[in-house]
């Protein structure tokens, strides 16, 4: 799997303070929570787990411990959480002749407390490394750091003291820094086991993924990412429905478009609001669909007069890649995601997220009583060119212009509906004989829409066993939220070739929460 950054320097973005104010305005309550360490561990092998890891309690108090130079322990706090960690420390035996120096890591599963930073060697700056130097020339005191952190485990390495003293420690605690408290969510009944651990799960996943806007991951990068929110948005519809933060985030977006109109792929916040210069052609297309869903989900009609403009300006610059014939041709300067894989052919998953999206634009113009008949001629065309060439009837499948077939274009096209359900349903049939068990696809973000898929064009349980199986087998592998990536014949796999920089808490695996919802519960009732 390969994604390049993108440098875009020279783009000028326009800021609108009257949106920026409105983002400003929806900004969450922080919810402080303190959290006290559970149990001290020890890292044990356990070939069920991922990297054959997993932590092990230990009898021993933390309070009834005297540590020296190269001892180690760890704290478990029992689940994932995301906040500021601190520590008592004290000094016991002869005066304190020099400094303590310590090393603390904090990982969100144990795999990663078996690899050391310096093996690290990947493409991602090692700054994302959870893993702190500190030197304390005075004992006792509360060392509290002030970086936030996404953790479950702590390791603490006594680097040196000196021999004529020993360190304690103390109430370990670390305080949240989250939007939303899941322990305040009345959850739905779930009348499945294996449902109701993954819908968990993925709760805990959101809920670590919401501070003061969606975080694509708390670990990293901590930023609001267009695809990711698109995802994060419709589970919290279903959950802790905090219409608000999406509204910051629509603003947020619509705020900082650059000169030309399009919207960034994501935005920082901190230590000011500011877009990046990385432009993705699907992203830029789903700020259309998170304002669709969000006025069918909240039924708000300021914020739509308010940001159609907006979406308009997104829909108008990518219909400038449809041809006469109604066939996309993307550029390489404004890529399609899709996933992160690049070794499969993306045009006619582009071609597909763009009917998808002018669907949408469409009802969302219809609802202001704009003109559609334009969009309306163009969407025919790109759905005549859908059925009439890039379907391969025979193969019974949707082929790329370099005649490939691949999972994603069938899915895509499922999901933009080019054919009816029952058209679909064969689709999806002759997808899952060629693609399934599937392979290179490491991410919950396109297992989400391979799912959805299946659930729309009425492939119920082979959509309920993909759930049990992608999902379920993180937890079964040590998961306390779901991941950035996972490939279930490589669970160790890594995009970065280290567990110390992947994410194991990440929003585009939350939907679980969505899809058990709207496909399983609400089909129930």
């Known amino acids: 799997m390969s994604f390049q950054f993108q440098l875009n320097r020279e783009v000028k973005f326009n800021h609108d303070k009257s949106l920026l104010d409105k983002a400003k305005e929806n900004t969450p309550k922080t919810i402080n929570r303190e959290i006290h360490f559970k149990s001290l561990g020890k890292l044990v092998e356990d070939n069920t787990k991922l990297e054959n890891t997993t932590i092990e309690p230990c009898s021993d108090l933390l309070e009834e411990q005297q540590y020296n130079k190269d001892d180690t322990f760890i704290l478990d706090f029992g689940n994932h959480y995301v906040g500021h960690f601190s520590i008592a420390i004290n ?49 006792p005191t509360v060392l509290s750091l002030p970086r936030r952190y996404a953790f ?14 020993s360190a304690t420690f103390s109430d370990a605690k670390l305080k949240t820094a989250l939007s939303v408290d899941e322990n305040n969510l009345e959850l739905p009944e779930i009348n499945d086991l294996e ?36 995802l994060q948005a419709l589970s919290n519809y279903k959950s802790f429905k905090q219409n608000d933060l999406v509204k910051r985030c629509l603003y947020l977006f619509a705020g900082m478009a650059s000169s030309d109109g399009r919207i960034s792929a994501n935005v920082f916040t901190k230590p000011k609001v500011n877009p990046d210069d990385t432009f993705l052609f699907d992203y830029s297309l789903f700020f259309i669909s998170v304002l669709h869903d969000f006025i069918k989900n909240d039924g708000e009609s300021n914020i739509l007069e308010e940001l159609y403009p907006i979406a308009k300006k997104q829909m108008d610059y990518s219909l400038k890649f449809v041809g006469e014939n109604g066939q996309i041709e993307c550029s390489d300067d404004y890529p399609v995601f ?37 969009y309306q001629s163009i969407l025919d065309k790109l759905e005549t ?20 077939f691949n999972i994603a274009s069938q899915v895509w096209m499922v999901l933009a509906k080019v054919f009816t359900k029952e058209i679909n349903n064969s689709i999806m049939d002759t997808a899952y004989d060629k693609f399934f068990p599937i392979t290179g696809i490491a991410t919950p973000y396109m297992y989400h829409h391979i799912t959805e898929a299946l659930f729309i064009s009425g492939h119920y349980e082979r959509a309920i066993a993909l759930l049990k199986s992608y999902w379920g087998k993180m937890i079964n592998l040590g998961a306390d939220t779901f991941w950035e990536a996972f490939d279930p014949d490589q ?8 567990p110390i920089i992947s994410s194991y808490c990440h929003a585009w695996s939350c939907t679980p929460i969505y899809l058990i919802n709207k496909y399983v519960l609400e089909s129930e009732e």
């Open 91 to 139: 000094s016991v035996g002869s005066p304190m002749d020099s400094p303590l120096y310590i090393r603390l890591r904090f990982a969100e599963i144990a795999a990663e407390l078996s690899h050391e930073s310096e093996e690290y060697d990947g493409w991602l700056a090692k700054g994302w490394i959870q893993e702190e130097f500190v030197h304390l020339d005075e004992l």
């Open 152 to 165: 479950r485990y702590v390791e603490i390495k006594i680097l040196d003291t000196s021999p004529k003293w």
């Open 195 to 230: 449902l109701e651990k993954i819908y968990h799960v993925a709760i805990k996943t959101l809920a670590d993924c919401m501070s003061d806007v969606f975080e694509d991951g708390p670990k990293r990068d901590r930023r609001l990412w267009l695809g990711d929110l698109r």
């Open 338 to 374: 899709i996933d992160w894989s690049n070794e499969f052919s993306k045009d006619v998953c582009a071609q597909a997220v763009i009917i998808y999206t002018l669907k949408q634009f469409i009802y969302l113009a219809n609802k202001l009583g704009q003109e559609t008949q334009n």
């Open 385 to 404: 060119y859908s059925k009439n060439v890039l379907f391969n009837s025979e193969k019974n499948m949707f082929q790329c212009q370099n005649g490939e």
């Open 491 to 498: 669970p160790d796999y890594s995009p970065y070739g280290s």
